[in-house]
Every structure is written in C-alpha cells, then in structure tokens.
C-alpha cells in the first residue's frame, strides 16, 4: 500500500499509522501538513518517528504546496485519507477565511491535482475522507404524539428541542446517514462542502470513496494544548489542576463519543471496502456531558464541587446527535468495541502517565466566544 494522508500529523492520523505502519503491507505513508500551531504544541512525533525511511513528512498545507509536488505525491500513492482541517467549531464563526482555506481550498486543490495525477487509472484507487457530525446540525428526533420522525429540528423550549406541530418534547434517535444535512456552524458547512466536493468528482471520475461523518473521537494521543476542540480533553486538564469541571447548558446534552481505536478500524474498513458511501462513525449511544464530567470528577477525587453547571451555551452547539451505524456495519463490517466510558477509562489511565505541560486554555476560548456574541450564558 502506497498512501498519502493528509492532515497525518494529527491526532486521528500519526495514531492510524503507528496502529498501521507494521500491521499492514505499507510501502511508502506520505504526510502532508501544515503542522497548526493550535494542534502542535510540540513536534514530539516528528522527532520520534520520521525516521523511518516509509514516511515521508512534507511540511506544507495542502494549497500552499507546488501543484507539480503534490501532483507527483498522489502520482506514488494508490490511497488517499485526506483529514487536514481546522477543527475548532466555535472558532470558525470568527475566522471565516481562515477555514474556508483550510478545509475547502485545500480539498479543491488536492482534488484538482487527483485527477491530473491518476490520469484516467482509478481502478484500483480509493478516496477517504473524514466528516463530521456536524454536518447534520441537531440529529433526528421521534415525537411521540405525533408519531413521526422530526429531522434537525431548530424549535426549542429553552435548551430542549420541541415539536414543531404539536409543541411537546421530542425523544432523540439515532441519525440515519441519510438525514437531511443543516450545518449549523461554519465549521460544518466547510465539512459539508469538502463532502459535496469529494462526491462531485469521485462520481464524475468513477473513484472509489467512502466519506467518514465521525461523531466525538476522543482517545490516548488528542492534542493536550488546543484549547479550541476536545471537550474530554478540556475536562482532564483542568482536574489535573483540581479546577472544577465547567460544564455547559444544563448538562443533560448528550454527544456519541467514539473511542479513537474505533475509528482507526473504521478508517482499515474504508481503505478495504469496495463499495462508495457516507457512514456514521459513533457508538450509537449518547451520553450526556455531565455524567462524563462526573466520571472524571470521580476518577481524580474532585468531591462533590468537582462539577458546576454553568448554563452557558455556544451559539450553534446541538442538543442531541448520537450515530445510527446500520449503513456502516453493512458496508465496512465495523462495529465499535468501546463504549465511551470504557474508552474514557482508557483516556483517563493514559493521560494520568503523561508529562503535561501545557495550560489549560479553556477559559480563553470561551471568553473569545463572548466577546463576539458567539458564547451566552441562560441561567
Ligand atoms: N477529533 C474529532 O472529534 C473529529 C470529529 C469529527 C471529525 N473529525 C475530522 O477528522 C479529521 C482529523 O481530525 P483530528 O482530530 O486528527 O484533528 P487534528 O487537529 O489533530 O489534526 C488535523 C491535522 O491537519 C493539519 N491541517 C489542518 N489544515 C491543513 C491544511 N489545509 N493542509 C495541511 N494540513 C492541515 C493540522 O496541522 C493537524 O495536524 C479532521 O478532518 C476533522 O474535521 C474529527
Ligand atoms: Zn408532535
């Protein structure tokens, strides 16, 4: 296998290729990646692992790098994992260009030179793209008076969302794959072009792709120092220094958190896989952030002021998205094996053996958020 993974310096791609390297028949890994200074607050893996002569690290954005290099690099490989991007949801309604750049400019490009470099020989090529979630804004809900689905509805009383016909509370489903899209953040519409333009050309060129709509990763290995994303992450940091847990809203918002090795296989199935499609990576099953801030509250002995429920609210965030993953055991035979307390457990042994020097930056970012209208508090 001859592979370029774009964005492979972070956390989901140098952890698929030390899982990877050895296990499989891997010729040659290319990096590209601009090595964000949000995401790398050291260059650890660099100095550990570049020198094995089978990576080869090129220290460049995607669109920043000479179309004749990049077109030479896709030349050389049989698989693409493209998951470069900005990931910051709350930063990206303040810095618009920044990640339209990153995320959209960078897969045009990257998908400009793909066909220029594989010149009509696709048979044996595969395109791997990493979604989100987010795509699809608030997930599906069932009201139970009405006794219909209700798709990524924005009626809500309060924090909760409500139907819109009858007025009563809805019950959260899992989201099918094919739920109708309603990016609620500049982040997933970035998301959601780069699936509109992978789609695009893969169907025009007859490229085999699959599109990863991953739900929360979290997982040994998650970049300590970006205070922008890794609400788990934020959690650890800030017990390590006994601060209490901030929690948002009222706590009771849940999220489907895929455990890192779960969505390392999931990316081994796609490569794999023979058919094209978008798949829900997720557990399947939602768990609120207060009770996970309780099990690390827990965990470090924060007793009973460990956790506080602040009422704040990002503007954009959703209430309830957890995976449905019919599509995906179909297609890619993948079925995660964590729970997300199981891997929370893991994360937690993991994180408790690092040396962690870095500041917990959370409050920064929330006070950026305020700042510019982006982050309220409703008590
Ligand atoms: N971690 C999650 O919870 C999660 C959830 C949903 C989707 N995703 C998606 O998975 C992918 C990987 O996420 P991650 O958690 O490993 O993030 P990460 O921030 O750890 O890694 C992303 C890497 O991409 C690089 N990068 C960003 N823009 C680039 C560009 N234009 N050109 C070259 N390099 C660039 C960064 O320097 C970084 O090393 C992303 O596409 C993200 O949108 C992640
Ligand atoms: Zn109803």
Known sequence: MRILLTGGAGFIGRTWIRENIDKRDVDKIYIIDSLLPQVHTTQDFFMNNCEDSRIEFVHSSIQGLDKNRLIDILRDCDSVVHLASDTGVG???YELVRYTENNVVATAALLEAIPVAWDGNFLNKRLILSSSRAVYGEGAYFCDSCKGTVDNT?????????????????????????????????????????????????KALGIRYSILRFFNVFGPGQALGNPYTGIMTTFLLRAM???????????????????????????????????SGIYNIGTGIGISIQDMARLVSAEFDMGPD??????????????????????????????????????????IKWFKQQTVNVADDSEKAWQELVQRGLGKTML
């Not at 009858?166 to 780069?194: E, F, M």
């Not at 009222?250 to 796609?270: H, K, L, N, P």
Request: hydrophobic share 35%; with cysteine; proline share 5%.
């Open 91 to 93: 930063q990206s309604m």
């Open 154 to 202: 924005d009626s809500k009383d309060k924090w909760d969302p409500i139907c819109s016909t009858c007025g009563n509370w809805l019950r959260p489903i899992p989201t099918p794959v094919d739920t109708r899209t309603n990016a609620s953040s500049i982040y997933a519409s970035t998301k959601l072009s780069q699936e509109h333009m992978v789609q695009q050309i893969s």
């Open 241 to 275: 220094q006994m601060k209490p847990l901030y929690v948002f809203e009222d706590g009771c918002q849940t999220r489907d958190f895929v455990f890192i090795d779960d969505v390392i296989a999931a990316i081994t199935s796609a490569l794999d896989c023979n058919v």
């Open 306 to 347: 460990g956790v506080q429920i602040t009422g704040r609210h990002r503007v954009g965030d959703i209430r309830h998205c957890t995976a449905d993953i019919t599509a995906t055991t179909r297609d890619l035979n993948w079925y995660p094996q964590y729970t997300a307390t199981a891997g929370m457990t893991k994360y």
